[in-house]
Each structure stands twice: as structure tokens, then as C-alpha cells.
């Protein structure tokens, strides 16, 4: 059973974003022909099937299934035929449709490349930028993921085992969220450990010129 | 000394002006350098910082475990700090359960009788306690497992044991420190659940952690650094986020 998605915090919509514009496009594809492996299907069957089966965390415009499902006409991955009695079109997978949904499933997703991550660049630049609170920065990134965290938390104990699809994918959602807070915990500890280790070493350089000038000294020599 | 835990006008942990230092002179370190925060009946508060940040000192001090230098710590309405040695431990036993990450159960005791243990030190009728026991025991799901040995249970249902001594009577304030460390992920949720079910029906929960997964689960956040609140959020409540039948 699908809760439906107007009960959804609006979190969903960032999550969605973040799936649908990193390579997004590829899932869909995907995910209609591994919906096809099951049988041939129409347009609003399939938009269906999907967003019941992922919990309807990542609404689907008919729009989108329809643009898809031409590509794959188009690569000869499903056949289109004609309109049944219902004027319903039917699709379903070709040989090289099948092929494709079963690769899929032995191909790992997106652990090639790493993709752009927006907050580690922002937090690399604040980290770098004179003048700039690097900490104030985690923080207020933090604060946001936290509550965007709280409120898949509320979401998925109301929906208390009525809803597996949307569980597990409410899970990766949190477990995404967990380790970005993870990391900016960790950012956060690594950068104020070396602001330490800066100012002991101004102290000392400052208490020893002489042990600090001689190092240069043989430091050019080295060079 | 009347106890005004029920009043629900009086927070039933509040803290003003906390600090806690160790040592003196320039060696002194500041363990907690002034920190106010009041947790109301039925609000579930987790206090997320890096080690050494002072949280877990924070909660030491709520539950008197520990002295302040200075401010004020009042359970219930009642300062802490004005407290003679034995009235502070009869507070402890009566007023405040904890929940650490090791469960701290006795192994030679069953676990009707870990869960019974403060209200038999407190004096209470051997009958009494283990009336309550068994109803603190059926609160996290534990029904019929009083005569089972700590050993016997997985480390799930011994962190459950544990939140059912900590609730036992009437004790309303409940503080955990990382009580799902040595647990795996699905059980620590478990864990996590009864916890916020004690908030959800009026107990007041501190949760100090440093697991975000585990801080989503209560009403407010409050972020310690340095021995400070930096910061701190509150989330909407569950009722504004869902409309309808959803819950």
C-alpha cells in the first residue's frame, strides 16, 4: 500500500532532485524494463507499477514514461504495438530489451565515477576561503540535513510497516543523510584539529626563533 | 520534600548556567562553560557533538551523577544542588533512569529483579516492585521474560531490559548515553522506538549520541561544541507533516 504522496514532507522533493538529475534518467529507463520483463504493459500501467514499487517516493509524469519508452522504441529495446479495443498501446520488450533489464541487475550503479557533491565542494571552498566561517557553514548544513533527517524519521515511523517500498527507499534517504552528517562531523573535527596544530606551531615558531631559523636554513640547503 | 513531577508547567530537567571544570589555574579544563536547557514531559532531546564536546558530561550532571562548579541542575523542580548526599541518591532512584550503551545489568540477578533494583534499594515492598517491574518489562515488549538471566537475552532485548529499569515507577526523566552503540542497525531502531514511545506517552528523554540516524528520532536537536550550545532546532511535529490518515 502507497501513502499518498501529498502526505509526504516536502524533504522528498530534494531527495527526488538529487536521484532524478544524477542520472536519473538512466533509472527510469531501467526501471520500465524491468518492469517489462514481466509482461507487456501500457504508458499509465507502468507509471503505476513504478511508483508503487519504489513507495512513490519518486513521483512520474506520464510525460516522462511516454519520452522514455519512444528512446527505447527508438534503440530497439521495446516494440510498441498497435491500439487494443481500448485504444490502449501496449508495449513490450524486445531480445535486446531483455538483455539490457538483466544486465542491470549484475551491473553496479554509479560506483565508477563519483559525481559532483555539491556540499563537499561548498565545504572545500569554505575551508579555503579567507574570511569565511568554515564552521558556521558545516553547522547550517548540518542543522538542514538534521531536519530533513527528522522528518523521514516521522514519515517512516507513521507509516510503521504498512508501506515496504516506501521504507526501504525512505531507508536509503536516511542512510544518504546519516553519512552526510558523518562527514561533516568528521570535516568538522579533521579542520579544527589542524587549526590546533597551526597555532601550537606559531607558538613554538614564536617561543624559538633560533630552532625555527635553523630549520629553514637547512631546509634551503636541502633544496 | 514534596517532588512536583507531574506538573507539567515545571520541566522535568532543567538546567541554568551549567559549568563543570576540571582541574584549576591555566591546566583547568572546561568540560561544560555554561549551558541552559530545560526538557519538558514528553519531549524526547538529543544532544549531538563530536568527543569532547562536553555532552556526555552534560548528561552525567543532569542525572547528578556529577557535581557542577557552578549553575543550577533541577529534576522535577527540585535543585540538585541543594541536595544532601542521601537525598540526591533517593532523586537518582526514584526520579531519573539511564541507559548506557553497556547495558549495565547484573548478571547473577534475573532480569525481573535488574529491572526491580531501584525500587528495592529505594525501600518498596518486594511485592510492589516486582508488580512494577513487570509492568516496565511488558512497556518494551519484554513480557514473561522476568525469570530469563541477562545472559540468556540478545543484545536488543538487554538494552530493553535496561530502558525498562530505567522507567521503572515513576520515574520520568530518562537519560541515554549512546544506548545503541553495541547494537546493529535494525536493533538499535528498535531500541530507539521504545524510547521515543516513553517520550511519546510523557517520560522525558535526553539522548546523547552522536548518530544522526538515532538524533532524527527526537523533537529537538541541540548541538554542543567546546562545551557550549551552538545551536539547536526543533522539528515540526508529526501531526503538522502528515495530514489525514496517515498516522
Given amino acids: 500500500m502507497v501513502l499518498d504522496t501529498a502526505t509526504r514532507p516536502h524533504h522528498t522533493q530534494y531527495a527526488e532532485t538529487e536521484y532524478l538529475v544524477g542520472g536519473g534518467a538512466m533509472s527510469v529507463k531501467n526501471a520500465l524494463l524491468a518492469l517489462l520483463v514481466e509482461g507487456e504493459q501500457y504508458g499509465y500501467e507502468l507509471r503505476a507499477g513504478f511508483e508503487e514499487r519504489t513507495g512513490g517516493a519518486w513521483p512520474l509524469n506520464i510525460g516522462q514514461v511516454y519520452t522514455t519508452l519512444d528512446r527505447l522504441e527508438r534503440d530497439g529495446m521495446v516494440e510498441r504495438h498497435e491500439a487494443d479495443a481500448d485504444r490502449q498501446v501496449f508495449y513490450s520488450l524486445t531480445d535486446a530489451g531483455r538483455a539490457e533489464a538483466e544486465d542491470w541487475w549484475v551491473t553496479p550503479t554509479g560506483a565508477t565515477v563519483p559525481s559532483r557533491d555539491d556540499v563537499a565542494l561548498k565545504v572545500a571552498l569554505a575551508a579555503t576561503s579567507p574570511g569565511v566561517d568554515v564552521r558556521a557553514v558545516i553547522q547550517t548544513q548540518r542543522k538542514a540535513t538534521m531536519s530533513m533527517l527528522q522528518d523521514l524519521t516521522r514519515t517512516k515511523r507513521a507509516s510503521a510497516d504498512r508501506d515496504d517500498a516506501w521504507e526501504l527507499v525512505a531507508d536509503a534517504m536516511i542512510f544518504r543523510a546519516e553519512a552526510e552528517v558523518r562527514w561533516l562531523d568528521h570535516t568538522e573535527s579533521r579542520l579544527s584539529r589542524r587549526a590546533d596544530r597551526d597555532r601550537k606551531a606559531g607558538a613554538t615558531q614564536a617561543a624559538a626563533p633560533a630552532v625555527s631559523t635553523s630549520e629553514t636554513s637547512l631546509d634551503e640547503v636541502r633544496s | 520534600m514534596t517532588v512536583q513531577m507531574t506538573d507539567p508547567n515545571v520541566p522535568v530537567l532543567s538546567l541554568r548556567d551549567v559549568v563543570k571544570t576540571y582541574g584549576e589555574g591555566d591546566s583547568a579544563v572546561h568540560a561544560l562553560a555554561g549551558v541552559s536547557l530545560d526538557v519538558n514531559a514528553g519531549e524526547m532531546v538529543a544532544v549531538m557533538g563530536t568527543s569532547g564536546s562536553g555532552k556526555s558530561t552534560l548528561l552525567t550532571i543532569a542525572g547528578g551523577l556529577l557535581a557542577a562548579t557552578s549553575g ?104 541515554a548515553d549512546e544506548p545503541t552503540g553495541a547494537l546493529d542497525s535494525v536493533t538499535g531502531d528498535t531500541v530507539l522506538q521504545v524510547l521515543r514511545e516513553r517520550a511519546d506517552e510523557g517520560a522525558a528523554v535526553v539522548l546523547v549520541t552522536h548518530d544522526a540516524r538515532h538524533a532524527a528520532w527526537a523533537d529537538r536537536i541541540v548541538y554542543i561544541a567546546d562545551g557550549r550550545i551552538i545551536d539547536e532546532a526543533s522539528s515540526a511535529r508529526p501531526e503538522q507533516l502528515l495530514s489525514g490518515g496517515a498516522r
Fill in chain 2, 72 to 175: 543550577t541542575v533541577s529534576v522535577g523542580g527540585v535543585e540538585l544542588g541543594r541536595l544532601r548526599v542521601k537525598g540526591l541518591a533517593r532523586i537518582r532512584r526514584e526520579r531519573i533512569g539511564f541507559v548506557f550503551q553497556d547495558f549495565n545489568l547484573l548478571p547473577s540477578l534475573t532480569v525481573l529483579e535488574n529491572v526491580a533494583l531501584p525500587l528495592d534499594l529505594a525501600g518498596q515492598s518486594a511485592a510492589g516492585s516486582r508488580s512494577d517491574a513487570r509492568r516496565a518489562l511488558a512497556v518494551v515488549g519484554l513480557r514473561g521474560r522476568g525469570a530469563s538471566y541477562p545472559d540468556d537475552l540478545s543484545g536488543g532485548q538487554r538494552q530493553r531490559v535496561a530502558i525498562a529499569r530505567a522507567i521503572v515507577g515513576r520515574r520520568r526523566l530518562v537519560l
